[in-house]
């Protein structure tokens, strides 16, 4: 993987920008680096999920969290996330969810639920078609711990 410190100035710019189109300019860099440990992290993500996401979807990711049966539309069960997809665990798809690029109404838009998520130091990450996508250090720790509790059976 490739570093260069101008990489991880431009991807931060582009999280700055909170913006799709700012972050095709980031470079293919990870600054956080290591995917076991530090700030992104499987560790850092699942107290990160536990914090923002398991009041819905669980502590263990299963959709079963207390504010599930509150909702209207049903809470899906995270760890069937690859399955669900012919077992292809896409990340970019996680951080996208969970950043409000997908735009799904049950996550009510970025800001008001994962503003403290969205303005974490900035990190990227290669996509499936090697385009880096920008995201935050506590996003990208949560699609990797959610990658670590996926169910491998279809
Ligand atoms: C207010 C409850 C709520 C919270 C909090 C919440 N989610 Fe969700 N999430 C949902 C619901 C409901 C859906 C399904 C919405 C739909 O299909 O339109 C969903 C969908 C998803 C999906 C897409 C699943 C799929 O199979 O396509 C992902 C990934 C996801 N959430 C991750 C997260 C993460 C990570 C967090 C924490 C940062 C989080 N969610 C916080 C309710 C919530």
Redesign the pocket.
């Known amino acids: 993987m490739i570093r260069s410190r101008r990489a991880a100035t431009m991807a931060a710019a582009a999280v700055a920008l909170a913006g799709a189109a700012a972050a095709q300019q980031a470079g293919p860099s990870d600054p956080a680096g290591d995917p076991t440990g530090g700030p992104t992290g499987p560790e850092a993500g699942r107290a990160a999920?536990i914090e923002?996401?398991a009041?819905?979807?669980g502590r263990e990711a299963g959709g079963d969290g207390p504010?599930a049966e509150l909702?209207t539309?049903?809470?899906?069960d995270?760890t069937r996330?690859a399955a669900?997809n012919a077992g292809t665990y896409d990340i970019v798809r996680?951080i996208q969810?969970?950043d409000g690029r997908q735009g799904?109404?049950?996550?009510g838009g970025p800001m008001p639920?994962?503003g403290g998520?969205l303005t974490g130091p900035a990190a990227v990450v290669d996509g499936p078609d090697g385009a880096p996508v920008a995201t935050t250090e506590p996003i990208l720790a949560?699609a990797r711990w959610?990658e670590t509790v996926q169910e491998e059976t279809p």
């Open positions: 999920f923002a996401c009041g819905c979807h504010t909702l539309v049903e809470v899906p995270l996330f669900r996680v969810t969970i799904l109404a049950a996550h639920m994962f998520l949560i959610l």
